[in-house]
């Protein structure tokens, strides 16, 4: 949603939660089309490579361990739960600032994103395609040009 890098980390266990030092850690790339299902899913399976190509070290005692940097970042169903309403403030909107937020909140079967008119819920989907329209390029050009 905030356009932050993505990866997955495996470390070490500690008695808080994702403060253990880093074994080794891995970023995700992303696209514009991605929704935080299509990332969870690409993140699920980078993750699963990443344990693939780990664990022969970890189970011979062979890792070296790293503090980690900044602060930990891990999300929970509550922290979702808040952002799910979008508030209308003004006629002034980011588009991108937008359409990323949706992306975000972007994960069937779940009804995520919302607006509210007259007490009455509106749920929002986005779904991005990287095809293109139907109209030729020619005929677009033409318009734009206008």
Same mark, same amino acid.
């Given at each position: 949603?905030?356009?932050?890098?993505?990866? #997955?980390?495996?470390?070490?266990?500690?008695?808080? /939660?994702?403060?253990?030092?880093?074994?080794?850690?891995?970023? #995700?790339?992303?696209? =514009?089309?991605?929704?935080?299902?299509? +990332?969870?899913?690409?993140?699920? $399976?980078?993750?699963?490579?990443?344990?693939?190509?780990?664990?022969?070290? /970890? @189970?011979?005692?062979?890792?070296?361990? =790293?503090?980690? $940097?900044? $602060?930990?970042?891990?999300?929970? %169903? $509550?922290? =979702?739960?808040? +952002? @799910? @309403?979008?508030?209308?403030?003004?006629?002034?909107?980011?588009?991108?600032? +937008?359409?990323?937020?949706? %992306?975000?909140?972007?994960?069937?079967? =779940?009804? !995520?994103?919302?607006?509210?008119? !007259?007490?009455?819920?509106?749920? /929002?989907?986005?779904? /991005?395609?990287?095809?293109?329209?139907? #109209?030729?390029?020619?005929? +677009?050009?033409?318009?734009?040009?206008?």
């Amino acid at each position: 949603m905030n356009q932050t890098k993505a990866g #997955v980390t495996i470390h070490i266990m500690d008695e808080n /939660i994702d403060t253990g030092n880093i074994v080794k850690q891995i970023e #995700v790339d992303y696209s =514009f089309d991605d929704t935080a299902e299509s +990332l969870y899913k690409k993140l699920e $399976k980078a993750q699963l490579e990443l344990f693939k190509e780990t664990w022969p070290n /970890i @189970r011979d005692g062979n890792i070296e361990a =790293f503090p980690q $940097k900044g $602060k930990p970042s891990y999300h929970v %169903k $509550k922290d =979702f739960m808040l +952002l @799910r @309403r979008i508030h209308i403030k003004n006629n002034e909107i980011d588009v991108i600032g +937008l359409i990323n937020y949706i %992306k975000a909140m972007t994960f069937p079967p =779940f009804n !995520n994103a919302y607006i509210e008119i !007259n007490n009455k819920k509106y749920f /929002i989907e986005l779904n /991005i395609k990287t095809k293109g329209c139907d #109209v030729p390029d020619s005929l +677009l050009k033409q318009y734009e040009e206008e």
